[in-house]
């Protein structure tokens, strides 16, 4: 199943983690370049675990005092990410058959504030009075990006249903996913403690909320129209009805 094996590559990747380099070197930009294997065409970002900026000065005097960080790999549309501290971990958690999260249907959501790319805060005051449907999905997921189309296509076809989107990958990679893919919905990065908490087990998942915010309902997977390969409108929008007339 891809959408599996792309999760686990993803969460392997995500939590990379290094303690700095040889003890005898000193650490600057071209050690950097070295160790990860990228040249001078690739530009560098530095951030802080909660994803503030840092500047290349203060993440070299850091690691070169012996503090750890991690490294989102591969580097994406000629960008690489490396973060100060350990990555938060989330995926792989073995799950019922059947379940997407560890949170149970009609479970409040975890609180969160996570921010969108363009500079909107998003938390779960969103929820009240709207329905939302969320969309989990990383730049690393070959399903999640194939899925866009038919998202989109739904944000336009029911407007009456809050959408939100989220990725546990850093914004600079996500920012430019979400140009470059044309994704239409509100999308929120950093969000990996967000996914851990809701015990996802990967991507693409969706999940969906009730006007309370409690859940409705998670799929982990495409939700592919019956007999075809592909995700469309028409099949989200039969889960998502789906699942709204059970609650009543």
Known sequence: MTFRLTAFLLVAAFCVAHTGLASTAS???AALRKKWEVDESTRLYFRRA???SLSEPDFLRAVNQGQGYSVDQPAYNGKLVFVMG?????????????????????????????TTVDGRPVSNAMFKGKVTLIDFFSYGCGPCLDEIPALNAY????????????????????????????FAWPTAANAAPFFRDL??????????IDEQGRLLATRLGPIKAPGSQSVTEGSIDQWVQSHIAAQH
């Open 155 to 182: 944000k336009a076809a029911h407007p009456d249903v809050q959408t939100l989107a989220v990725a546990p990958d850093n914004d600079i990679y996500i920012r430019d996913l979400v140009k470059h893919e044309r």
């Open 86 to 114: 350990q990555p938060v971990a989330w995926g792989l958690v073995p799950l019922p058959d059947g379940h997407a999260s560890k949170l149970e249907k009609g479970a409040l959501v975890p609180p969160f504030e996570l």
């Open 27 to 29: 650490v600057d930009d």
């Open 199 to 208: 015990g996802l087990w990967g991507t693409p998942t969706l999940a969906l």
């Open 50 to 52: 909660d994803g503030s």
